[in-house]
């Protein structure tokens, strides 16, 4: 069984920056596909980014390419996601996932932590 604890979030102005981190346990991290999904209110969770088990493969949905960058540190079994330029429409609970392959719904992903909430204020 594979625990995932996201931090980082906030409340943050707009333009303002954030890193938001996963920590895991309980399996093998160099195995997994980390991604992350975001949450708005009344909204669908949606993909946001992933890397492959040693970052050397990342993928970045549109709306957040350029401002938004993953990565992972195999030794402390971590996932980053750094964000720049934040805008109001960024506000969403961020979750990380694991999965064995390389996905870009959440339904490719096993393992869940339970979100760090941020908040951009204009």
């Known amino acids: 069984q594979v625990q995932l604890v996201e931090s980082g979030g906030g409340l943050v102005q707009a333009g303002g920056s954030l890193r938001l981190s996963c920590a895991a346990s309980?399996?093998?991290?160099?195995?997994?596909?980390m991604g992350w999904f975001r949450q708005a209110p009344g909204k669908e969770r949606e993909f946001v980014a992933a890397?492959?088990?040693?970052?050397?493969?990342?993928y970045s949905t549109d709306s957040v390419k350029g401002r938004f960058t993953i990565s992972r540190d195999n030794a402390k079994e971590m996932v980053f996601l750094q964000i720049i330029s934040l805008k109001s429409d960024d506000t969403a609970v961020y979750y990380c996932?694991?999965?064995?392959?390389?996905?870009?719904?959440?339904?490719?992903?096993?393992?869940w932590g339970q979100g760090t909430q941020v908040t951009v204020s204009s």
């Open positions: 996932a694991a999965t064995t392959t390389w996905g870009r719904v959440s339904s490719a992903y096993d393992y």
């Open positions: 309980g399996g093998t991290f160099s195995r997994y596909v």
């Open positions: 890397i492959g088990w040693s970052g050397g493969t990342t």
